[in-house]
């Protein structure tokens, strides 16, 4: 008897027919013996519809009533969730944010949890075995009481909330793949679906790209050691719970240290979502770095990669430095503006390139990891554009026309290749 | 400076267009220096929407579980009517059914307010000049912390208790017709509408089928002495607030005492719900009225008409009744399952009559209102098929196909035409 938290996403709960599908899954848990806590989102498109009118009615809407607006999404297929369970003989009632209650902080639209407390649901688990539905992505605020959302993806914060307040012993993520893979699968074919990847390793993907996971419920999941398990919704309910080579059906994203065969690498990752400025012949002195990236924080721009070059007479240097694309623009006229403070000759922007990474926390123990992505890449004439490195990752800034053969290229050369 | 509440209907705020219109009509009564509270229903056709999905999820669904799905239509609109008003510059929240609270019994899909405290509402009208923007149709279980509907057309009696709470001067209920009549103006072009109705009159005229407003919030109107005040809310909201002939823009629902000038006969009002029953040569004896009524009362067929003929010999007797003609086939069944122990000599059903019924508080104090009916009947050749009478209220079942005679008849013998 395990406890578990199941969370489905939009696509899984789209009509009455999937909704059934959920129901079938969560039957097969309970039918094993399971305690279930299941997190729903709202049927897929209809938060985009409430957002809609919300603009609609005005463009500088309150947030808190825009949050009152879109959590009823979810308030919707938690009860017709508990409905269809029902029908199928399973004790079963729906929670809304505010019933648990699941207490956020007061940022309104994208609140954070402040509190849950469990003990409630464990008591109903234990008396009455009751399948708690809980209306995912939704909160209500503890200062005010007013219904408040978490921001979208929210629902994979909420079940993993959830799965922490029940201590639950897993929290699988329904979703639209069936797992976390060593890469895009669509840009090499034999990437492989891992069986575990640890947390770190996951938010590195996460944040790089992979859309897998809120970055957020990954990072809660980590506080928490809630142990998630990524998975699809759209096996069959009834069908055996192993893939076609006897695995588990998805991906575990746990501690490092439950994962007993560490790969060096992981995974290989890339985004797209980049956008290079260069400063030619800055002076090199102190306080320049701040007159840079300081009006940029002042206007919100999230810097990423940063190189400075040595300069050879230790006057002038280059600076170099990415953006989100969608700054891309705003940033330039943000250095344009603080130019005579900051000093430098010209500004260069290149938005056609893209961030490839590998990914693992094997590195931490290896060297020369990065040395052989380097010389991989050289070998097929990949020009470099900007490295930076972590603990468990080396990200390369290249052009993006070569994208597919660095990450093909990558993938295979760290052994990734099925 | 007055206090209002103003409940809308569902045509009343189909889609963001509506909205702005509820809402000018809003900004009308602030702007004249108002307290205000606005009683929303869900967009029209969202609530058979939900209820369908309930229905789809589980034909036996929960009604708690199919509470919490339906009451999220609500909800949506008094978000975006709170954010319209905000964007006109209007200081105005939203109010969930368990933000208020707006307490009712466990009688969920249609249960009954048990309390509801002002206070709160009273408080943000005096300090802040806030509107409050309320979600009808909807409160929240006293006992279980559970959200509960008030059943369809709920938004009316939430409207009503919102102005008993807050001890509202009149509440304005926006429909989509321009007040209540003398009787249907499709077959009386010369029907007027009233400048005033008594609540025992509405009470007759809404169970007989001028589906103006929903029954149970007038009688609740009526216990709680909330005037009552039914007008379009597609009068264009910055006209002047009174129509073509000066007078208010609806009529007024209120205590027969506020009404000066009270008239005989107020309304000529007709139901063809109706489906007569007689049962012929049952004997005469104690007990019978008991075997006839007492399996229909067991059956939930709710009867309405009643009438025994005295017999001639005081042996055998003719009774005659109606029922609703949904329930026509049931109550057919159920008393011929119920003849032996009854004991009569033949049923004969019609279904094809119709209730014709003459209601004025007036009839209290002058008599002879009865006799005008039936002689003005009689002379038009009209034969009537049962009668039933109250202190204010005379019923007539006729032939269906003199409903239109019989009710132009009488509205003009009661001099109700224009």
């Known amino acids: ?34 305690e279930v806590a299941v997190v729903v989102s709202a049927m897929s498109g209809k938060t985009n519809e409430l957002v809609a009118w919300c603009r609609d ?14 959590a009823s999404g979810e308030q919707v297929t938690s009860g017709l969730l508990a409905i269809v369970l029902q029908g199928m003989g399973i004790t079963a009632r729906s929670w809304q944010g505010w019933q648990l209650p699941l207490y956020t902080d007061g940022t309104h639209a994208s609140a954070r949890i402040k509190g849950l407390n469990g003990e409630e649901l464990i008591k109903r688990f234990k008396e009455r075995k009751e399948v708690a539905v809980i209306a995912g992505f939704q909160g209500i605020n503890q200062e005010t009481g007013r219904i408040s959302t ?45 069986e575990a990847v640890a947390f770190e ?20 999941a980590m506080t928490q050691k809630v142990r998630l398990f990524v998975r699809s919704s759209f096996d069959a309910p009834d069908a055996p719970q192993v893939d076609n080579k006897g695995r588990p059906p998805g991906t575990l994203i746990c501690d490092e240290e439950e994962i007993v065969e560490n790969q060096i690498v992981t995974g290989i990752a ?3 979502d980049e956008a290079q400025i260069a400063l030619r012949e800055v002076a090199d002195k102190p306080g320049v770095a701040a007159a840079i990236f300081g ?10 990669m940063i190189v400075q070059n040595v300069s050879a ?16 623009a705003k940033a330039k006229a943000t250095i344009e503006k603080a130019k005579s403070k900051i000093g430098f000759a010209s500004m260069e922007g290149y938005s056609d390139v893209v961030k490839v990474s590998v990914i693992g926390v094997g590195m931490r123990s290896h060297a020369g990891v990065a040395a052989t992505a380097f010389r991989s890449l050289a070998e097929k004439g990949i020009n470099i554009r900007v490295i930076s490195t972590s603990e468990i990752k080396i990200s390369i800034l290249i052009d993006a026309a070569y994208t597919e ?3 093909r290229t990558l993938h295979s050369v760290y052994g990734l290749d099925g």
Do not use: W
């Open 295 to 304: 009006p940029l924080a002042a206007a919100h721009i999230n810097v990423d």
């Open 57 to 70: 009615a005005s463009p500088m809407h309150d947030a808190r009533e825009y949050d009152a607006v879109v």
């Open 313 to 328: 007479d230790g006057k002038k240097t280059d600076i170099t430095f990415t953006v989100p694309v969608a700054e891309f």
């Open 1 to 34: 008897m395990a406890r578990l938290v199941m969370k489905f996403g939009g696509t899984s709960v789209a009509d009455i027919e999937r909704i059934r599908n959920v129901a079938r899954h969560v039957k097969r848990e309970v039918d094993a013996g399971h």
């Open 150 to 194: 978490l921001g979208r993806g929210g629902s994979d914060t909420s079940a993993v909330a959830v799965a922490a307040a029940v201590h639950a012993d897993r929290c699988d993520i329904y979703t639209d793949v069936d797992g976390v893979y060593t890469t895009d699968p669509r840009i090499v074919p034999k990437a492989q679906r891992l």
């Open 270 to 272: 890339f985004s797209k």
């Open 405 to 407: 053969l660095a990450v």
């Open 201 to 220: 390793e996951m938010l590195e993907m996460a944040s790089l790209g992979a859309k897998v996971l809120q970055v957020r419920s990954v990072e809660l």
